[in-house]
């Protein structure tokens, strides 16, 4: 979560994850909603930079919102792979 301090990443990440888990109906805990915000943000954020959508230099809601598109396909992925 480039442009995030660390506690910022870390509120923007659990919160995008939360969001992500109440979507997805999946039954997380706060560290796994923390770390699938985070590294669903970095998923997304990769992802958009392939269509030249530079999210990291935006603001909180800009990370907040790759992070949820990141932590739902996450957990969208692991389902597939689960079943």
């Known amino acids: 979560m480039q442009g995030l301090g660390w506690i910022a990443a870390i509120i923007v990440g ?3 994850g939360w969001i992500a888990s109440n979507i997805m109906k999946a039954d997380t805990g706060i560290i796994t909603n923390v770390i699938i915000g985070i590294v669903g943000a970095v998923l997304a954020n990769a992802i958009f930079g392939l269509f030249g959508i530079n999210a990291a230099a935006g603001s ?3 990370q907040g919102l790759a992070g ?6 996450l957990i969208w992925l692991y ?5």
Do not use: E
Not at 68 to 73: D, E, N, R
Not at 79 to 83: E, G, P, Q, S, T
């Open 14 to 16: 659990g919160l995008a």
């Open 60 to 62: 909180w809601i800009a």
């Open 68 to 73: 949820l598109v990141g932590a739902v396909i």
């Open 79 to 83: 389902r597939a792979v689960a079943r």
